[in-house]
């Protein structure tokens, strides 16, 4: 006997702006999914060459303010110089932003994930799959150097750890 599902609305954070929230209650959406499921594999596989630093995690320079998830025009332009080339030519890959030590971990892990989300929404308004992107927000868990909570450290080396970086994940 089949038994029709109830379905309710749900509710979503909305970003009204750096550090304020504004919960809304929204109608639930439907949409039926399908799946190619390969029963058997055929044909040749390729490869394609891809210069080895780029599977490795390269640093994209964007100075992020503090506390902010916002890209700057300048930020834009080093997106726009250094990964769309890249995504351009079919490839996937993964973002990665974190944090300095300053404020909660539970925090800046949310503000490392709003950075990672700010830059894949940039690269998808730019015309990129959205396949193609995995965003990751680190937080505070892998600085680059002794800054941790507790210590006493200089703006240039906080900045140092509010960075984004990505690599190479797979080749088309």
């Known amino acids: 006997m089949d038994v029709p599902a109830v379905y309710g609305s749900i509710k979503k954070i909305v970003l009204v702006k750096d550090a304020y929230q504004e919960e809304v209650t929204v109608p639930a959406k439907y949409k039926t999914v399908t799946k190619e499921v390969l029963v058997n594999k055929g044909g040749l596989t390729t490869w394609k060459e891809v210069e080895c630093e780029l599977v490795n995690n390269t640093p994209l320079p964007i100075n992020w303010n503090l506390g902010s998830a916002t890209l700057t025009s300048?930020?834009?332009?080093?997106?726009d110089a250094r990964l769309l080339p890249i995504l351009k030519d079919g490839v996937a890959v993964a973002i990665e932003s974190h944090t300095d030590s300053r404020g909660t971990k539970a925090n800046n892990q949310n503000l490392s994930e709003r950075r990672a989300q700010a830059v894949t929404n940039y690269l998808i308004s730019k015309g990129v799959n959205p396949s193609q992107l995995t965003g990751n927000?680190?937080?505070e868990s892998k600085l680059t150097n002794r800054c941790a909570d507790g210590v006493s450290c200089t703006e240039a080396e906080h900045r140092a750890n509010r960075r984004t970086t990505f690599r190479v994940v797979n080749q088309k």
């Open 137 to 139: 927000g680190l937080g």
């Open 74 to 79: 300048a930020a834009k332009r080093i997106i």
